[in-house]
């Protein structure tokens, strides 16, 4: 049957959505890429070889999320519709489409979350409090867990890039592994600056992990600590079956950077566009 050009149908907005996020996110790690090479007579950085395992490790994030998620719901419906062609019985054809309509509603909520993942935030423009009140507000709504979030003194400081753009990307890892692992039923997360340092903390009342027997590199741990460390800060995780668990993080709010590691930052921190 040919689809009419006008026919609208469940998850279309969020595949044009992600498929435009995605490109533009290519986009710029192709040209993070050429930087990165223009400068290769130097000695690669810390902070570079440190961004780029994260996007390899997020590469591979993506590709994983999207098999798991909506690779299986797509094959999922093609079965559906095999069947639904076959059945000749109303009550079972009804029982098909049914089916079918669920999983294009699943797949339309792995879709938006998704396109929420990868989307970054125009830091510049916002800075970081209210790029932190959105994203917490938008993951509170789509997971339907409450969040505390204090935030002060901020008000009165600006971080450099740099430091914006590694906190909220923590903040943004960190929900993430509650959304997936913790079955929280309350988070919070506290940003504040004291004597120069911003200190962030996110903590939730999930099922928490043992410390010495988790996958640590599987829950993005390794690759906020190793982006910490680059800013010359100092990363924390508490935890215990039962018991949830917290991140902690303290970093200089303009730690000494090489021009090429601010410059990176900056790029990350800016809003997407031409």
């Known amino acids: 049957m040919r689809r009419r050009q006008n026919t609208s149908w469940p ?21 993070a890429e050429l930087q990165m090479l223009s400068s290769a007579c130097a000695k690669p950085s810390a902070l570079e070889l440190a961004v780029a395992q994260a996007v390899e490790r997020e590469r591979q994030r993506i590709a994983r999320e999207l098999h798991d998620t909506v690779g299986q ?9 095999a069947d639904a062609h076959k059945s000749r ?18 797949a339309d909520v792995d879709l938006d979350r998704a396109v929420f993942s990868l989307h970054p935030p125009a830091l510049g ?37 740099a430091v914006t753009a590694a906190a909220y990307r923590i ?30 903390s996110i903590e939730d009342d999930g ?3 043992d410390m010495d027997a988790a996958p640590r590199g599987r829950l993005g741990l390794v690759g906020m600590g190793e982006r910490v460390a680059a800013l010359q800060g100092r990363f924390e995780v508490e935890s215990a079956p039962g018991q949830g668990t917290t991140v902690l993080v303290t970093l200089p709010l303009h730690p000494r950077l090489h021009p090429r590691q601010a410059a990176g930052e ?4 800016a809003p997407l566009g031409d």
């Open 11 to 31: 998850g279309r907005e969020a595949s044009r959505r992600l498929l435009q996020t995605m490109s533009e996110s290519l986009r710029l790690l192709r040209r």
């Open 207 to 209: 099922a928490g992990f």
């Open 171 to 200: 903040v943004q890892e960190c929900l993430t592994n509650i959304a997936k692992h913790a079955r929280a039923s309350r988070v919070g997360v506290a940003l504040s600056v004291l004597r120069g340092q911003l200190q962030l």
């Open 266 to 269: 900056e790029a990350e921190a």
């Open 125 to 161: 423009q916002q800075g970081l409090a209210e790029a932190v009140r959105q994203h917490v507000s938008h993951w509170s709504g789509l997971f339907g867990v409450p969040v505390d979030l204090l935030i002060t003194g901020l008000e009165h400081h600006a971080p450099a890039p």
């Open 89 to 106: 019985q109303a009550g079972l054809l009804h029982k098909r489409l049914a089916l079918l309509e669920s999983l294009i509603a699943a």
């Open 73 to 81: 719901q797509l094959c999922a419906m093609r079965l559906t519709m």
